[in-house]
Nanobody, 111 residues
Framework: QVHLKESGGAWVQAGGSLRLSCAAS????????VGWYRQAPGKERELLAR???????EYADYVKGRFTISRDNAEKKAYLQMNNLKPEDSAVYLC?????WGQGTQVTVSS
């Protein structure tokens, strides 16, 4: 059974940075696409970025230039570096792989 666990969420002031981690228990991690999503209260879950096993990335327009997705296949981890955070980035951030979701980590950005 696959498990995903996010970490790194915190309270930060606007303009700050955070690095989120997603740890996976999956033997085929290196060939799996990993996605980072977020969901704010009362809003739909939205895709932020995805990365393939070989490292190809794609981003939603609203995070391009501020967020960077990466992965370490040896450690079975994926990361989301978030810079210049804004209050509207406040949400629960989740990672997903092969239709499995983690429980999320809370990011709160104050103005």
């Amino acid at each position: 059974q696959v498990h995903l666990k996010e970490s790194g969420g915190a309270w930060v002031q606007a303009g700050g940075s955070l690095r989120l981690s997603c740890a996976a228990s999956l033997s085929i991690f290196s060939t799996s696409i990993v996605g980072w999503y977020r969901q704010a209260p009362g809003k739909e879950r939205e895709l932020l970025a995805r990365i393939t096993g070989s490292g190809s990335t794609e981003y939603a327009d609203y995070v391009k230039g501020r967020f960077t997705i990466s992965r370490d296949n040896a450690e079975k981890k994926a990361y989301l570096q978030m810079n210049n955070l804004k209050p509207e980035d406040s949400a629960v951030y989740l990672c997903s792989m092969r239709d499995v979701w983690g429980q999320g980590t809370q990011v709160t950005v104050s103005s």
